[in-house]
C-alpha cells in the first residue's frame, strides 16, 4: 500500500471508530503496511468489523485477519480431480470420468466391492469395433 491508500484505509476505519486521520499516523500505518495489497488491507478491515465487534482497529488486526484466511485456506481439502474408481482418469465437471460415463456399471461393483475395473491395454482401446486381432 501506498501513502494515499494508507490514508483510504484509515478513512474507512474512521467511519465505525471516529479516529483522526493524521499525517503521522498514515505515515505509521503505511511504515508497518506498505508490503500489503490493498485490497488485503481493505478485506481485513471488513473482516475485523465483521468478526471483532467492539475492538479497535490497528495494523496487528490487519496482519491478524489475513493470517487467519491463508491458515483457512492451507486447511481446506484439495479438490479431487483423479477418478476413485478409474485410475489415472480426470474428473469431469459432472464429478465422472470419461470411463465412468462409458462404464457406468464399473460404479456399483466397485462400491460393493473396492475393486477398480481392469485396465484395458491401449491397443483394446483403440481397436477397430467388430475386429478381432
Known sequence: MDSQQTEQLLIEASVVDNRQVTDPAIMLWT??????????????????????????????????????????????????????IHEGYILGPDGDCHQCTRFPEDRPHFLATGERPAMLSLGALTAPIGKQP
Open 31 to 84: 511504515k508497518l503496511l506498505g508490503h500489503i495489497d490493498y485490497d488485503d488491507a481493505v478485506w481485513a478491515l471488513r473482516q475485523h468489523r465483521l468478526t471483532q465487534a467492539g475492538k479497535y482497529f490497528e495494523p496487528g488486526s490487519v496482519t491478524q485477519q489475513l493470517a487467519a484466511r491463508r491458515q483457512s485456506a492451507a486447511l481446506k481439502p484439495l479438490e479431487q480431480t483423479q477418478c476413485d
